[in-house]
């Protein structure tokens, strides 16, 4: 229970850390981006130059100290500022209209790339004196070198644009009536693509860190001894040498999970995927700061809370972590 | 072979493919292993004797393996068995105790999953059947049975090691291989141990081959006795007579390595050098550069053992034995 | 030790074709200005010859004797050049032809030329980074692991702060904010998300070490903290050390890609990753350009297989169970 208290201690200050780098980094720039922005707006509106002003903190009579609290409270209230290219939308609402996507297209791909990798990794190290293996590793190792975002854009260029089997971008058919059959067959069509990149990608790093583990452990001596006893193969290959794989994968999710998010984020730029990470791409380049901040919270926090999640995977799964004895 | 022996070793050879070579580990080792004796095999760290227990379960694996002779045991030539085959004999009929406990046992499944997998993989038997057999067995071994559900880092090092002992007697196998399982472990958890297996052997009757790098051990509870140097064995006999009487050097000088507890204060002997490389070991007797009443001839051929009185061998040309 | 090292890696058949396929890439990139064809920003050729020149006969403004011996006289001479310029334009877009092995791109300037100038500044950004981020790693492990105490504490909570927020929204919120002169920003952006992991990973390695009976032996002899540190503890560290250096420096490269891509970094330095850029801002793809957004995509590809096969070459040395038998 201590391990979980502190874990979770962690995650709250953490999520603070995030929230002050948002509110101190526009505020440390060199120069007066605010100022650079107006000056860009031209024949603006007064409530969006307000706004403009706020995010950076140039209009308030209040000295920084209360700047911040106001913020922090704020930012826990859900309240994150307006957007200033969806003027005059909160950006809640549009943060509320992406997420659904992100989640949908990230959580699938990490499922299914957790779980080929893992098993493709078990099998590669039982079976590494074989070709197969030795293949199926080098290739994967070799798909690991491509930017996420070139291995999107190759596969519009062969699929959607040569081949023209699947659409070039977005998340669904907009002939179709929202909700519709049609349009849910559409969401399907359009989520091949951008989901075979990123579970592609990520299948690597799951297969070589799994596969490395296994190795080391069928090296340990409670194989030997496993073996002395007479157990079936398949009781070894799972109970005994999978089972204790699989700690140091998990923990390595845990930390690489954010590395993964990031890639999620660049093809549904290169997709045009109406999720987080399109949105990001739109405010960078419309010079949406609110957005931005906001969207990098979010992922933040989903960053953290994963890591988290996996934190109580582990110790569930290794009695000595439970135990306090790690 | 004897009509009681339990097992048999015909110039064994085996050893590790490296990238500079074969290093073999155990070189032409022979030996019998009657029903109910206790054999202690001692020797240097690096002597080959881990080897030799491995290759007798046939656990050798990766770049090690069995090069060439016979292991029969119980009358069957098991060395060329297939792994299916050889399942049969593991833990049913020879079983063994690792050196490290806590290395051994598998940290992430109970005390309870491990002992009763190993009834479960040879026996029809139910669950809860296969748990009382468990926990009975840990009552032989003095561990309270409700223990039974804690992991093995729950446990104290004398408590693993007495877990092991009790997974290996669960099917009641014929022989039990010892690899140093006491030299973790303090001295008087060592006794202890030793105490136990002692009393088991006498209800159970098994057979043991105990290796060990410390003599002292050996000499009180085994029957028999066999020092190996360099992946060979230079000396065999009854325990009591190779400690009175030690016909080879090297037995010599182990013998006057370790202090007595009485007696006169004697300064203490060692043995001068290192052992030798078995990737190329040295012509002739190995223990020749070491040796202090080695003559020429000894580093010509390679002394085989041959008896110098009843039931006693000895490889070495000066103790009566001679070479071919 | 350290020699030892190095020659176990140049014979180990998969580190040895990385550090070949790198040092091919680094000779391009030292050698580029002479390997291009065209230099990479320009979009024309322009020939100037001189046709006639016309010197006209001396005009004698002053004459003066000064002294005897000497004289001295002031004239002018008016000389006309005529020059013919013929500039050729690069077509813009264009296919891969013979003057342009990869076809231009939307503002006409040489493609081959740009990906050829272009590894400079992609292998400069990574390893840049990589030994950056390296150093710094290494110092905060060796501090933290070493010396212990409080120091340790605050170094390791802060690394484990940095470590979960994910690094990708972060430079790219960073990189928005910052002016972008030249490669440095993005050098520095990249290392201030790129530090926690391996800070983590070798502090780790010199605890181990640390409490290893070599190092504590030396310590009780009475040898000075300095000592330990380079002579203990450091020659051992050395295949994990490069191995994170070659493993940061592939990110960066990535990174660098990834940031230019989405347009957070400078765009008009000209790196594999701008001309990913440009491509996507024109819609390479939607023209079928393959030749403008292939290459750059393989050759990061390529670089990033060259460090992979040479930590796969160093995972074997240091962990023989993972050799081929």
Redesign the interface.
Known sequence: MKYLARKFGMLIFTLFVSMSINFFLPRLMPGDPAKALMDRMEGVEAEKLESVRAAFGLDTKDSLPVQYGKYLLNTVKGDLGISLSRFPMPVSSVLASALPWTIGLMGLCTIIGFSIGTLLGIWAAWKRQTKLASFTVGFFTFIRSFPYFWLGLFLIYIFSFKLKVFPLGGAFSVDQTRGSAGWWLSVVQHGILPAFTITLSSIGAWLLMMRNNMINVLAEEFITLAIAKGLPMQRIRLMYAARNAILPSVTGFAMSFGFIVGGGLITEMVFAYPGMGYMLYQAVNAKDYPLMQAIFLIIAASVLVANFLADIAIMLLDPRVRDGAK | MHADAILELRNLKAGYATNAGFVRAVDDVSLTLHRGEFLGIAGESGCGKSTLAYSIMRLLRDNARIESGSIIFDGTDITSLDEKAMNEYRWTRMAMVFQSAMNALNPVLSVEEQLVDAVLAHKQVTRADAKKTAMEMLELVDINPERIASYPHQLSGGMRQRVMIAMALLLKPDLLIMDEPTTALDVVVQRSILQKIEELRRIFGFSVIFITHDLSLLVEISDSLAIMYAGKICEYGPSREVYASPDHPYTKGLMNAFPTLTGPISRMGGIEGQAPSLLSPPPGCRFAPRCSVAIDACTKEVPLLQVTSPGRLCACRLCGGNHE | MIRDFFKTLVKNRKSLSGLVLLGFFVLVALFAPLLAPYPPKTDRIEHTTLIEENKSDPEVLNEEAEGQNREKSVYTVTITQKYEKTTEYFPTRAKPSKDHILGTNHAGNDLFSQIIMGTRVSLFVGLATGLFVTFISLSLALLSGYLGGILDDVISFVT??F????????M???G????MHGVLPIILILSLTSWP?PTRLLRSQVLTLKNRDFVRASKMIGERTLFLIFREILPNMISIVMSEFFTVS?SAI?GE??LE????GNITVVSWGTI?YWA?ANGA??M?A?WW??P??LL??????A??LIN?GI?EIS?P??R??
């Open positions: 484990n702060v470590l979960v927020i994910p690094g990708l929204p972060l790219i919120v960073i928005t904010y910052v002016p992991y592939l990535l890609a990834t891509f989405i347009g957070v990913l996507q793809i939607l079928g393959w957004f292939l750059p995509g990061i590809a390529l670089t990033g297989t460090f992979v796969f995972d962990n169970r993972l081929k038998r």
